[in-house]
């Protein structure tokens, strides 16, 4: 599950490697990527110049923005976590930001401490200006400050981006797992990686600028730790391990507490309205007309959806064009 367009002699880290942690880190990236094979828009979107290959980048990013209509809409922090989580396994959709989070996840499940997700950013000193290099990966052993304060995302997401305070460098030892390309290894290698990947740098480019690197001249690569506010419990961790089984090493389990939470609301997840899931496929071509293909049921699957109710002995509406559904989904997404 390596890109194909990786040069492998960047990367160092082998079956052999002598750091424990490096290869326990390595082993669980892997464990994160069988757990949850998801289809990727991201990686499609340097390739997506045949007409058949746009449609279906443009068809994952519809279910990628489904799936997040859905964990987003959840009430707190974890909540949100468990919906992503749950969303990707069922429909095995997902990006770089997903896969974090299932790594941050697997990584604490394991015993790893120290664990950050960050957003990457090239930072030019000359200029001090930042730019968005669109892509979050997991880091271990990044050691922040006690007092370091996390960048808000109203800030992240800006148009200037975070200041200098929120800016951070790895450790020697600092390693990086980053399930979206498969791959482990220290961040000082991870660099060299990073800068030639070529997936990476089209998803960065302007339109009509061809890039050789991801870092421009001048330019050195940074990175800024996201915190959403997620904080697991022994039961939170019980639940995961019975849920994402693939994800504990089975020298792990036993740390893992063995508690009851199946009468807990809180792991009582909604699932994601099929019929929406079927619009989208439909609208790029990849399923039939769904059944119910109406603008008052579809407005009222989005509400019972985010709600967490669902209808009971719904009665059906006279059909109306499916337009005016795709439409609606369009404004959703």
Same mark, same amino acid.
């Given at each position: 599950?390596?890109?194909?367009?990786?040069?492998?002699?960047?990367?160092?880290?082998?079956?052999?490697?002598?750091?424990?942690? =490096?290869?326990?880190?390595?082993? @669980? $990236?892997?464990?994160?990527?069988?757990?949850?094979?998801?289809?990727?828009?991201?990686?499609?979107?340097?390739?997506?110049?045949?007409?058949?290959?746009?449609?279906?980048?443009?068809?994952?990013?519809?279910?990628?923005? $489904?799936?997040?209509?859905?964990?987003?809409?959840?009430?707190?922090?974890?909540?949100? =976590?468990?919906?992503?989580?749950?969303?990707?396994?069922?429909?095995?959709?997902?990006?770089?930001?997903?896969?974090?989070?299932?790594?941050?996840?697997?990584?604490?499940?394991? %015993?790893?401490?120290?664990?950050?997700?960050?957003?990457?950013?090239?930072?030019?000193?000359?200029?001090?200006?930042?730019?968005?290099?669109? /892509?979050?990966?997991?880091?271990?052993?990044?050691?922040?400050?006690?007092?370091?304060?996390? $960048?808000?995302?109203? @800030?992240?997401?800006?148009?200037?981006?975070?200041?200098?305070?929120?800016?951070?460098?790895?450790?020697?030892?600092?390693?990086?797992?980053?399930?979206? $390309? %498969?791959?482990?290894?220290?961040?000082?290698?991870?660099? &060299?990686?990073?800068? /030639?990947?070529?997936? =990476?740098?089209?998803?960065?480019?302007?339109?009509? &600028? @061809? &890039?050789?690197?991801?870092?421009?001249?001048?330019?050195? =690569?940074?990175?800024?730790?996201?915190?959403? %506010?997620?904080?697991?419990?022994?039961?939170?961790?019980?639940?995961?391990?019975?849920?994402?089984?693939?994800?504990?090493?089975?020298?792990?389990?036993?740390?893992?507490?063995?508690?009851?939470?199946? &009468?807990?609301?809180?792991?009582?997840?909604?699932?994601?309205?099929?019929?929406?899931?079927?619009?989208?496929?439909?609208?790029?071509?990849?399923?039939?007309?769904?059944?119910?293909?109406?603008?008052?049921?579809?407005?009222?699957?989005? @509400?019972?959806?985010?709600?967490?109710?669902?209808?009971?002995?719904?009665?059906?509406?006279?059909?109306?064009?499916?337009?005016?559904?795709?439409?609606?989904?369009?404004?959703?997404?």
């Amino acid at each position: 599950m390596r890109n194909s367009d990786y040069n492998y002699r960047y990367n160092s880290l082998n079956f052999k490697a002598r750091n424990v942690s =490096l290869r326990k880190a390595d082993d @669980i $990236c892997r464990r994160t990527m069988n757990e949850f094979p998801v289809y990727l828009s991201t990686r499609l979107k340097g390739y997506s110049t045949i007409a058949q290959e746009k449609n279906l980048y443009d068809f994952y990013e519809g279910m990628i923005s $489904c799936v997040r209509q859905y964990y987003i809409s959840a009430d707190t922090a974890n909540g949100q =976590l468990f919906r992503e989580l749950s969303a990707m396994k069922q429909q095995k959709t997902g990006n770089c930001a997903e896969l974090a989070d299932a790594s941050y996840v697997a990584l604490k499940m394991n %015993g790893f401490k120290d664990v950050e997700r960050v957003s990457l950013f090239a930072y030019n000193p000359k200029e001090k200006t930042m730019r968005d290099l669109d /892509h979050t990966a997991t880091m271990v052993n990044l050691d922040l400050p006690q007092n370091y304060t996390y $960048c808000p995302l109203s @800030i992240l997401n800006s148009k200037n981006g975070p200041s200098s305070e929120y800016r951070v460098y790895p450790k020697k030892d600092t390693i990086i797992v980053d399930s979206w $390309c %498969g791959m482990t290894d220290y961040a000082s290698n991870m660099k &060299q990686i990073y800068n /030639h990947n070529s997936t =990476l740098i089209k998803n960065t480019e302007k339109k009509g &600028q @061809i &890039q050789d690197t991801l870092l421009k001249k001048g330019e050195e =690569l940074c990175y800024v730790p996201v915190s959403d %506010g997620i904080y697991l419990n022994p039961m939170d961790y019980s639940y995961l391990n019975g849920t994402y089984k693939g994800l504990v090493k089975p020298a792990n389990k036993k740390n893992i507490p063995q508690i009851d939470y199946s &009468q807990s609301y809180e792991y009582n997840l909604p699932y994601i309205s099929k019929y929406r899931i079927n619009c989208i496929r439909y609208e790029y071509g990849m399923k039939n007309a769904p059944s119910k293909n109406d603008y008052e049921v579809a407005k009222k699957m989005c @509400i019972y959806e985010t709600f967490g109710i669902y209808p009971v002995d719904e009665k059906p509406v006279k059909k109306t064009l499916l337009d005016k559904t795709i439409a609606l989904f369009k404004r959703i997404f």
